[in-house]
């Protein structure tokens, strides 16, 4: 067997010389990448063995024998790391002996460097799913001095597969003098800003040159601009995280959640403590059993960072797991906004603090609401706006109400006329335009003239259909449905008709008029909508092309249908759960009211030779009616619609010439359950079968 990949014996030995007399402090990591083997040759991982100082570990995959030959880097009493053969990259976490929170970390390829980190642990500090892009913070504690790293990653897939951008801030302290800063990663580049000794240090990895110079400052702080492959990209801090813009168009954003600079409730430890009641009280202890906070308390809440809410007599205030106060007990309100930031209260204004006590934003608000990343809503004299936790104001308040924004877009009010604005508070539509704007997907907005007409407009507010419609609504996410003089039709979402107006009915999966199932298998079908018109039922796609439904003939329903005699001359075939009740002359399915029915009459001829001469006599002028087929016997046809209390009830009316005397069938839904009812209804008119009398 070959060995695929070894570790660099040179590279582990000036590594191992780096970390002194003190190897319990050091990091190795240690990774393995395989080459392709010879044809028929197994690539397996056999036996990884590191050993640091007393500490030995050996790793075995499951089932595979162990090679007797190893390559062997060794220095005595540092580390031991022997590699036999390797199927993939591994790296290896191992924890030093005596209870430290030191990790060991072997790291190494073919031709790389091998690396040492002074890290003293890491772990996950939160992951949640936004949008669909799965993000993640970490902390990393140093040994010497006191420092983070908080970083933020984002995975999610584009066109062009799996995509990754992340956003770091740094903070380090020590023997070997400070260092802030700033690193950001997308599409393969990496882009820093460092500070050290008061001056700023600016690099990118992989850049060839690297050019500091102004750049627009729209959105905040230019911290790097460079020129690459004919483009020019900035780097800038803004008060809600970073932004990385190129003059191509694209752009990228990440929001710091952070309170500051430093994220200071990461800098310390918190003691082990607990909250504990006596008397109905409540306090704060060391698992040790030591108070530090009194039980004089009406709620005591631990925070991250070793911080400690507490609640007196209605008031709030803020300490420490150490027993320090941090504010007095005075705060009306006081939650968390955010790592190291609350929203406080204080004599009926609202305002924010950090978790030192420090006022970051001033006591001057009717109210603040923190919208999850570092911006608040703000209410002052009556107005809304939107104001960073550093104070940038971002949007003025100078709105009366502002709703959520969705993919940088909000509805916005000036007095009761809504109108649409962008992140800036720049109006895209202006107020009084309509009376109500409805969001619609990514697309954009329903709207409402004061005509009470419905339109469309885009996100940028421009007029994709004029309001001009009596009726609108979305049925998928770019094709709507609109509705004129009781005509519906279809259109785009761009305006383009879908559709002529020309059904009597039109609806879709989203009107309440179906199960779950049945709209899932029309839209496995491409179905945005059913339609009902004159003597037609039938489906439409999302491009308007009519589709009629298939529906069993009469040969393979009366062979899976029982029958049932209605009265001389007319038979049902019915399957279990069809119920027939000749008192009430109606068939109904069991236990769902208002789902597919049939009544019958028989009327006097008066002599008619046919259905047609009947009806021309018999039924009143003006009616559309329509030629039909009732078991192979001509019949006439029309249909109707009628208000019932609080529905709307479809009604199919047949009349056919029967044993010398008129039969009068009316097969009926109720409008809000037509999806499922309307087949059911031709159904049944397939079933019915004309049998001569006694």
């Not at 779950?516 to 796609?541: H, K, M, P, S, T």
């Not at 009316?666 to 397939?686: R, T």
Request: hydrophobic share 40%; charged share 25%.
């Amino acid at each position: 067997m070959r060995i695929k990949s070894i570790l660099c014996g040179a590279m582990l030995f000036a590594a191992l010389l780096s970390a002194g007399a003190q190897p319990d402090v050091r990091i190795y990591e240690l990774a393995y990448q395989v080459q392709p083997g010879s044809y028929g040759e197994e690539e397996r991982l056999s036996e990884v063995q590191v050993r640091v100082g007393s500490l030995e570990k050996s790793y075995t995959p499951e089932g595979v024998e162990l090679e007797k030959e190893a390559h062997l880097f060794q220095k005595a009493g540092a580390a031991v790391a022997a590699l036999q053969e390797a199927v993939a990259r591994l790296p290896y976490w191992i924890a030093v002996p005596e209870g430290k929170d030191t990790l060991y970390r072997a790291f190494g390829t073919d031709g790389a460097e091998f690396e040492v980190r002074d890290e003293l642990g890491r772990c996950v500090e939160r992951v949640w799913l936004s949008g669909g892009v799965l993000q993640e913070q970490e902390r990393i504690i140093y040994p010497q001095g006191s420092g983070v790293e908080w970083a933020s990653r984002e995975s999610y897939f584009t066109a062009s597969g799996l995509q990754e951008r992340s956003l770091r801030f740094y903070s380090r302290s020590g023997a070997g003098g400070g260092l802030t800063g700033w690193w950001a990663a997308w599409g393969g580049q990496a882009y820093y800003e460092l500070r050290e000794g008061g001056a700023l240090r600016y690099a990118v990895r992989g850049a060839q040159e690297l050019k500091k110079g102004r750049w627009r400052e729209e959105r905040g702080q230019l911290l790097l601009s460079l020129e690459e492959q004919e483009r020019q990209l900035g780097l800038y801090r803004a008060d809600w995280g970073m932004v990385l813009s190129d003059t191509a168009g694209q752009r990228q954003e990440w929001v710091r959640p952070g309170p500051g600079e430093l994220p200071q409730a990461w800098l310390e430890k918190p003691a082990a403590a607990e909250v504990f009641v006596e008397n109905g009280r409540y306090g704060l202890r060391l698992l040790t059993g030591t108070p530090v906070w009194e039980a004089v308390y009406d709620e005591v809440k631990l925070l991250p960072g070793g911080l400690v809410l507490l609640q007196q007599d209605g008031l709030w205030g803020l300490g420490t797991v150490n027993g320090e106060a941090v504010t007095p007990v005075y705060f009306e309100a006081l939650s968390e906004a955010g790592p190291g930031c609350f929203l406080a209260k204080r004599k009926g204004q609202a305002g924010l603090i950090d978790g030192q006590g420090h006022e970051r934003l001033p006591f001057v608000y009717e109210r603040l609401i923190w919208r999850g990343d570092t911006t608040f809503w703000m209410f002052r004299e009556g107005e809304m706006g939107l104001i960073g936790q550093s104070g940038a104001i971002l949007i003025p308040a100078a709105f009366d109400l502002i709703h959520p924004f969705e993919q940088g877009r909000a509805v916005a009010y000036e007095g009761e006329r809504p109108g649409l604005i962008d992140e800036s508070g720049n109006w895209l539509s202006r107020p009084g335009a309509y009376t109500l704007l409805e969001r619609h997907g990514r697309s954009g907005y329903l709207v409402k003239s004061k005509d009470g007409l419905w339109g469309y407009i885009s996100t940028d507010g421009v007029v994709r259909i004029p309001p001009v419609y009596m009726h609108l609504r979305p049925l998928s996410a770019d094709v709507l449905a609109v509705q004129n003089n009781g005509r519906f039709g279809l259109l785009s979402v761009h305006g383009q008709e879908l559709a002529p107006l020309k059904y009597r009915l039109l609806k879709g999966c989203g009107d309440y008029t179906a199960t779950g199932g049945l709209c899932a298998a029309l839209r496995r079908q491409g179905v945005v909508a059913q339609y009902i018109n004159d003597e037609q039922f039938g489906y439409l796609d999302g491009f308007g092309r009519a589709f009629a439904p298939t529906l069993p003939g009469a040969a393979e329903l009366a062979a899976d249908f029982q029958s049932v005699e209605a009265l001389p001359g007319l038979v049902f075939y019915h399957r279990e759960g069809w119920v027939h009740e000749p008192g009430i002359q109606r068939l109904y399915k069991r236990g769902d009211y208002g789902q597919p029915r049939v009544q019958y009459e028989l009327l006097p001829s008066d002599g008619a030779e046919d259905v047609a001469a009947w009806a021309a006599s018999h039924l009143e002028p003006g009616i559309d009616l329509a030629a039909a087929m009732l078991d192979g016997q001509p019949a006439i046809a029309r249909i109707e619609r009628e208000r019932v209390q609080y529905y709307d009830f479809f009604r199919r009316h047949l009349y056919v010439m029967h044993g010398g005397k008129v039969l009068h069938l009316v097969f009926s839904c109720k409008d809000a359950n037509f999806l499922e009812s309307i087949p059911g209804l031709y159904e049944l008119e397939q079933l019915v079968r004309l049998e001569k009398g006694p």
